[in-house]
């Protein structure tokens, strides 16, 4: 039970902490590690969002002035999403801020207790995956 409880408030603190999974700070992270610019259609498949689901929080970050959506010339059933200069701007403050919370979240273990966390997380996680089969 304890265990269980303390996966979930890590998977919490994870979640509200590091940016989410798939709102505005994951996205333009994401647009950034891919050269500032993707396919809508991308994007939705990356973070496993429903396509209405994604062009909301798209059209957020671009009342934000983040992100520009574009029609790719070759197929207009394309959207091409490409960060802006304020975008690309608040992409690398926000990946700084991850870089920092990665090394605090985990500073109260030494580097041969991470790794065994890892392999531990990653023996849980297949088993886990196991379980859906």
């Not at 983040?66 to 029609?71: A, G, Q, Y």
């Not at 920092?100 to 886990?128: G, K, P, Y």
Request: with cysteine; glycine share 8%; hydrophobic share 35%.
């Amino acid at each position: 039970r304890r265990l269980l409880w303390n996966l979930g408030y890590c998977g919490h603190y994870l979640h509200f902490h590091s940016g989410g999974r798939s709102g505005r700070a994951a996205i333009i992270c994401l647009l950034a590690k891919n050269d500032g610019q993707m396919s809508q259609q991308e994007l939705g498949a990356f973070f496993d969002l429903k396509p209405g689901s994604l062009s909301e929080i798209l059209a957020k970050i671009e009342n934000a002035g983040l992100i520009e959506r574009t029609r790719n010339p070759e197929d207009r059933s394309q959207l091409s999403i490409r960060l802006t200069q304020k975008g690309t701007e608040e992409a690398a403050l926000e990946q700084e801020r991850r870089l920092r919370f990665r090394q605090r979240a985990f500073s109260c273990l030494t580097t041969e207790e991470q790794e065994q966390l890892v392999v531990m997380l990653d023996t849980i996680r297949s088993h886990w995956e196991g379980l859906n089969d």
